[in-house]
């Protein structure tokens, strides 16, 4: 069965904190990416990456960043915490010669405060 | 990139009902996925569309992309209360890698 993880489900930090978000596959996708999810907002593309240590800003970059060292891992950064950063994120990855569906992580809902 | 627009953003339905949720995209769409979402979970996989005029069904659920490859409709024959949640459109625009738009969601209720 085909699993995308994140590492955390529910997440509460301080504002200021660096906070890592985890994501790990195992189908040996070549895409991963990270939305984040607000209510009225729908999902919102932050970064996604097409290769290891590649990396393409999404559409609402600004205050994250991601690291991809290993196919199978990709890991969303954020520098400084803050409240305007509570949301929910979601993970996925894709297989681009395919041309299939994303498969998408349960989601970490982060709380900054 | 383009912008998806979901209508209507909710809907009430009683079970048995039929429905049909809208995705309008402002450019010619390469790709038109549908998700499904349960409250606070990821997202799952419904469909996906790729040719104008193409329709496909799964179970009660049918999604259909117009000719001209700039809307899409999802409809619910019968509606149970397993069909109950967030009903998302999803758009590739980048023409390879995959990076999906999606639209802002259509949240449905089935009361029994």
């Known amino acids: 069965d085909v699993k995308v993880t994140q590492s955390s489900r529910y997440l509460v930090k301080r504002t200021g904190e660096k906070v890592f978000l985890e994501c790990v596959q195992d189908m040996d996708h070549e895409n991963m990416f990270w939305y984040r999810q607000d209510p009225g907002l729908g999902l919102r593309l932050i970064y996604f990456?097409?290769?290891?240590?590649?990396?393409e800003k999404g559409d609402i970059p600004e205050g994250y960043s991601v690291s991809r060292e290993k196919k199978e891992r990709f890991s969303l950064i954020l520098e400084s915490a803050s409240t305007n950063q509570t949301s929910m994120y979601l993970c996925?990855?894709?297989?681009?010669?395919?041309?299939?569906?994303?498969?998408f992580g349960q989601g970490t809902r982060l709380t900054v405060v | 990139s383009q912008e998806l627009e979901q209508s209507p953003q909710s809907l009430i339905v009683q079970e048995g009902k039929n429905l049909t949720i809208n995705c309008t995209s402002s450019?010619?769409?390469?790709?038109l996925y549908w998700y499904k979402q349960k409250y606070g979970e990821g997202l799952i996989f419904l469909m996906m569309l790729q040719k104008g005029g193409e329709e496909k069904s799964h179970e009660k659920i049918t999604a259909k992309l117009d000719e001209k490859k700039q809307q899409s409709s999802l409809h619910i024959t019968a509606s149970q209360p397993s069909h109950a949640g967030i009903y998302l459109c999803?758009?590739?625009?980048?023409?390879?890698?995959?990076?999906?738009?999606f639209g802002t969601g259509t949240k449905l209720q089935v009361i029994p």
């Open positions: 999803g758009a590739d625009d980048s023409g390879g890698y995959q990076k999906v738009t």
């Open positions: 996925a990855s894709s297989h681009p010669p395919q041309k299939t569906e994303a498969f």
């Open positions: 450019k010619t769409l390469y790709g």
């Open positions: 990456s097409y290769d290891v240590k590649m990396k």
